[in-house]
Nanobody, 114 residues
Framework: QVQLVESGGGLVQAGGSLRLSCAAS????????MGWYRQAPEKQRELVAS???????NYADSVKGRFTISRDNAKRMVYLQMNSVKPEDTAVYYC????????WGQGTQVTVSS
């Protein structure tokens, strides 16, 4: 069983920065694609960024150049560095494990004030 625990969310002003963290337990972390998704009120959950086992990354167009995903296999951690945040980045952010994905975290709220 895989468990994912996100942290680092909160309230931030537009133009500011925030770093989300995701701690994974169980599973074979280093062999899995990891990702960050988000869901805003009354909207569908969408992929924000993903990082593959070879450390190649993929980003939604809306966050390219502003967000950076990274992973530390030794610590079983995934991070999302969010810079130059905008009010439209307000959402619950979820960590994901595997293609599919197979598992989700409980989510962390990010609120960007204008």
């Amino acid at each position: 069983q895989v468990q994912l625990v996100e942290s680092g969310g909160g309230l931030v002003q537009a133009g500011g920065s925030l770093r989300l963290s995701c701690a994974a337990s169980g599973g074979v972390f280093s062999t899995k694609t990891m990702g960050w998704y988000r869901q805003a009120p009354e909207k569908q959950r969408e992929l924000v960024a993903s990082i593959f086992v070879n450390y190649r990354t993929n980003y939604a167009d809306s966050v390219k150049g502003r967000f950076t995903i990274s992973r530390d296999n030794a610590k079983r951690m995934v991070y999302l560095q969010m810079n130059s945040v905008k009010p439209e980045d307000t959402a619950v952010y979820y960590c994901s494990y595997g293609l599919g994905p197979s598992y989700w975290g409980q989510g962390t709220q990010v609120t960007v004030s204008s």
